[in-house]
Nanobody, 115 residues
Framework: QVQLVESGGGLVQPGGSLRLSCAAS????????MGWYRQAPGRERALVAR???????NYVDSVKGRFTISRGNAKNTVYLQMNNLKPEDTAVYYC?????????WGKGTLVTVSS
């Protein structure tokens, strides 16, 4: 079992920045993939960015150049640095972990971009 706890969401003005954090605990394998998904009201949950255990990353086109996903030194923490936020980035952001053939989700953290 893996537990994921997100933090860092909140209200920010357009053009502002936020940093989301996700701490993973439990039986974490050295090879895993961690990522961030988001779900806006009335829309399906969708991938934002993900990172492998060796640091390979990929992003959805709409956040390229604005968001950066990274891992902490302990490898069981993942961050999402979000810059130049736009109103359309408003959503609940979920941490995701693919570990040992299983998929795990955090409870989500709300990001609201509004003036």
């Amino acid at each position: 079992q893996v537990q994921l706890v997100e933090s860092g969401g909140g209200l920010v003005q357009p053009g502002g920045s936020l940093r989301l954090s996700c701490a993973a605990s439990g039986s974490i394998f050295s090879s895993n993939v961690m990522g961030w998904y988001r779900q806006a009201p009335g829309r399906e949950r969708a991938l934002v960015a993900r990172i492998t255990s060796v640091g390979s990353t990929n992003y959805v086109d709409s956040v390229k150049g604005r968001f950066t996903i990274s891992r902490g030194n302990a490898k069981n923490t993942v961050y999402l640095q979000m810059n130049n936020l736009k109103p359309e980035d408003t959503a609940v952001y979920y941490c995701n972990c693919l570990n040992g053939g299983m998929e795990y989700w955090g409870k989500g953290t709300l990001v609201t971009v509004s003036s």
